[in-house]
């Protein structure tokens, strides 16, 4: 049996390790997982992914390893074809021999839905490229919620060595948003006949597009997606005053790829002239940490209460018996002690 704290379950499939057999097990793992070894970053994933006892300890050791690589977010409507362009760019980055990894996170679809399957042909699709790493996410309600096990997962990638970490999600709520501002670049995929077209995107989600992407644009109504945007831009002012390029792509045919590659680096030497990769990631790590710490809190006051006294003290509130700022009050003291 392994004892919280002085022993942990590492990797999950075999017997406990003392701490220090782990840290030279996590050691050969970290070292295989960056000399570019697929399976070793499979069960990385996996671990942090299904927050596997001991996922903490990796993630801080595979952290100092993190950094190097640009991180992507390509988000869109579902079926804009998201994933058709995120292959082609794929492609095309290996093509200057640039690794790449590809996290596909769909929200919507459950465990057998139709894009992890479609994901899982794509995989097969790059089987043969060591280069290539693809990983869908479908987990909704996931322990610490899709948002933050993306970036996760993103950290264990781009631990892994990647250039280049594409995070590929449909573009409908909040958690699309909160997904794709992990990216130090964020590509908006719109399509053209899509009703009002530009305002059926949410609004959010329009806000945080760095390049936009008219994708399908062998279909009639591109034009038209283009002047709602340029409309659009008009009327607001990014506060590092880029404006962000348009796209026009078929995916299907790898029409547009290049054009798309060339407006990611503009934009990428654009954010190292201007020295706003780091004041992003500020922003970024302000947001997370908070996000942490709220996990983390409510995991430690879960415990605190444990099981059944919730529902005590809900009922000695409902009945007015006691209040409920005392009993929060109680509680946070709790964890201090
Ligand atoms: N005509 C046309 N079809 C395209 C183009 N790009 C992708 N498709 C097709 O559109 C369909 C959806 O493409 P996907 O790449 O799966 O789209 P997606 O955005 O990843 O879809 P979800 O992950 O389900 O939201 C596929 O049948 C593609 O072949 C394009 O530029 N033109
Ligand atoms: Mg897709």
Redesign the pocket.
């Known amino acids: 049996m392994c004892k919280a704290g002085l022993l942990l379950r590492f990797p999950p499939r075999l017997p406990c390790f003392t701490l220090n057999s782990l840290n030279q097990e996590t050691q050969a793992w970290i070292d295989r997982l960056r000399s570019g070894d697929a399976r070793a970053l499979a069960r990385a994933i996996s671990m942090v992914e299904n927050r596997v006892p001991g996922y903490s300890e990796l993630l801080k050791a595979l952290f100092p390893h993190s950094g190097h690589a640009r991180i992507l977010g390509l988000t869109?409507?579902?079926?804009?074809?998201?994933?058709?362009?995120?292959?082609q760019l794929a492609k095309h980055y290996r093509k200057e021999n640039r690794t790449v990894g590809i996290v596909?996170v769909?929200p919507t679809?459950p465990y057998t839905g139709?894009?992890i399957l479609?994901d899982r042909i794509r995989m097969q699709d790059h089987f043969a490229d060591p280069g290539i790493y693809i990983r869908s996410m479908a987990t909704r309600g996931s322990l610490g919620g899709l948002a933050r096990t993306t970036a996760d997962v993103t950290t264990v990638m781009d631990a892994s060595g990647r250039d280049l970490v594409m995070i590929?999600t449909?573009g409908v709520g909040q958690d699309e948003v909160d997904i794709v501002r992990l990216a130090d670049i964020t590509v908006v995929?719109l399509?053209p006949g899509m009703g009002d077209d530009v305002q059926t995107i949410k609004a959010g989600i329009m806000e945080i597009a760095d390049i936009f992407v008219i994708?399908?644009?062998?279909?009639e109504g591109a034009e038209r997606v283009e002047r709602e945007i340029r409309a659009m831009q008009s009327l607001s002012i990014r506060l590092d005053n880029w404006t962000p390029p348009i796209v026009k792509?078929?995916?299907?045919?790898g029409?547009g790829i290049g054009e798309l590659a060339n407006a990611i680096a503009g934009y990428e030497g654009y954010l190292q002239k201007e020295n706003l990769v780091l004041k992003r990631n500020i922003q970024n790590w302000r947001e997370r940490l908070m996000e942490m710490l709220r996990d983390t809190l409510i995991e430690q006051a879960s415990a605190q209460i444990g099981n059944g006294r919730l529902e005590g003290y809900a009922a000695q509130i409902a009945e007015h018996k006691r209040d409920p700022y005392t009993v929060v009050e109680e509680i946070i003291a709790g964890l201090k002690n």
């Open positions: 869109g409507a579902p079926g804009a074809g998201k994933s058709t362009l995120v292959d596909a769909d679809s139709g894009a479609g590929e449909v995929i399509v994708n399908k644009s062998d279909r792509t078929v995916a299907s045919d029409t």
